[in-house]
């Protein structure tokens, strides 16, 4: 499924996960535009968590390695 708007992009994909993301696109008073990002997953049978499994130990690095190279 998918959704958008003038400002926002929604992907859904349902298996043995469901999985959702949104963009969003916000401009600030300054002319700076935001970028946020959010994704939902749910874990439907063993296929899903198997899937998962190496996706649960290697998040946090890659968020920390994301964080890292932003700007302000």
């Known amino acids: 499924m998918i959704e ?3 400002d926002t992009l929604t992907l859904t994909i349902r298996d043995h996960l469901d999985v959702c993301l949104c963009i969003r696109i916000i401009k600030t008073k300054d002319y700076i535009n935001k970028l946020y990002v959010i ?4 874990i439907h049978n063993f296929w899903g968590k198997l899937y998962m499994a190496p996706v649960f130990i290697i998040h946090p690095y890659i968020v920390y390695k ?7």
């Open 4 to 6: 958008k708007q003038k």
């Open 39 to 42: 994704i939902s997953v749910k």
């Open 66 to 72: 994301l964080f890292n190279n932003t700007h302000s």
